[in-house]
């Protein structure tokens, strides 16, 4: 799926909603635990009941490596199920890969190639440097999602002053401080290791105010936003700073549609508070004026 596409979807489900799937086998349903793939059947019926609300799913892939051979099988037919449905869904694999570039290459090929996972995008840390996030740039209308501020208190803890020439920026006539926070140096660093048709950011929502200083390094590319929900962010915040004409933006939300019940009914409750959501997106897309009313 291509940029377009995605902003395509976006008008048409009047939602930018990624639903997280964070399926943490200590908080599935208890009815759940006796078929022979509870994490499937809990994904399954999910999406099933929020497809139509979200435009992207999120696996993390801890929740899936942790039960070893068992939790890939139930990811591989997660990916499968959401491929055999009707109304188009962009994915993200939750890795944060990176490594050297032999390395990058062999996980970009199991989550991005269309022959193994077939993930839309993949998230990755660029710590490492240009040489391990270039494979995952390698997929025709893929993309990498590059961690620049996340959601996560501990993300403070290098946010330090740094430096460094901002290349291609300067060319566009995009000023850039000399003295600046590590986030902003992945933003500017990576900025030309693609464009926007294949490099998203990852920015938390936990620090919205700081979404301003992104949009205006980086105004078109989109940002994948965790942290709305159960982690505290504000939705309107996130909007006000973040959105673009375009709308630029995929909003995160995983324990707090997903575990919004864990009786039976579990997955109507998901599909509530995955309706809620939609209908607030609606009216800021709606105000943004990337939807008309």
């Not at 964070?22 to 497809?51: C, G, R, V, W, Y």
């Not at 990916?79 to 994915?91: E, G, H, N």
């Not at 864990?262 to 209908?279: P, S």
Request: hydrophobic share 40%; proline share 4%.
């Amino acid at each position: 799926m291509n940029k377009k596409a995605l902003q395509d979807l976006i008008r048409e489900k009047r939602s930018f909603l990624c639903i997280g799937l964070d399926s943490d086998m200590e908080k599935l349903p208890p009815h759940l635990l006796e078929e022979e793939d509870p994490i499937f059947e809990f994904n399954k019926a999910i999406i099933q009941a929020t497809a139509h609300l979200a435009v992207a799913y999120k696996p993390n892939l801890a929740f899936y490596e942790c039960h070893g051979a068992e939790g890939w099988k139930s990811l591989e037919k997660t990916m499968a199920y959401i491929r055999s449905l009707d109304t188009p869904v962009f994915t993200i694999a939750d890795a944060k890969r990176g490594d050297i570039g032999n390395s990058s290459r062999l996980y970009a090929k199991t989550f991005l190639d269309p022959e193994k996972l077939d993930f839309n995008s993949v998230t990755v840390n660029p710590y490492m440097g240009h040489d391990s996030v270039e494979p995952f740039l390698q997929y025709k209308d893929k993309f990498a999602i590059i961690l620049a501020l996340t959601s996560n208190p501990g993300a403070a803890d290098f946010q330090l002053p740094t430096s460094h020439p901002s290349g291609n920026l300067e060319k566009l006539g995009i000023k850039i401080q000399s003295r600046r926070k590590l986030y902003e140096q992945v933003l500017i660093r990576s900025y030309d290791w693609g464009s926007e048709e294949n490099i998203m950011f990852v920015a938390g929502a936990t620090k919205a105010e700081m979404l301003k200083k992104i949009r205006n390094i980086i105004p078109y590319h989109f940002l994948l936003v965790p942290g709305v929900g159960a982690q505290g962010g504000s939705l309107e915040e996130v909007a006000r700073y973040g959105m673009n004409h375009e709308c630029g933006l995929l909003v995160n939300s995983s324990r707090g549609i997903i575990f919004a019940s864990r009786g039976e009914d579990f997955h109507l409750k998901a599909q509530e508070k995955a309706q809620e959501v939609q209908q607030k997106m609606e009216k800021l897309l709606t105000e943004k004026g990337v939807i008309s009313k």
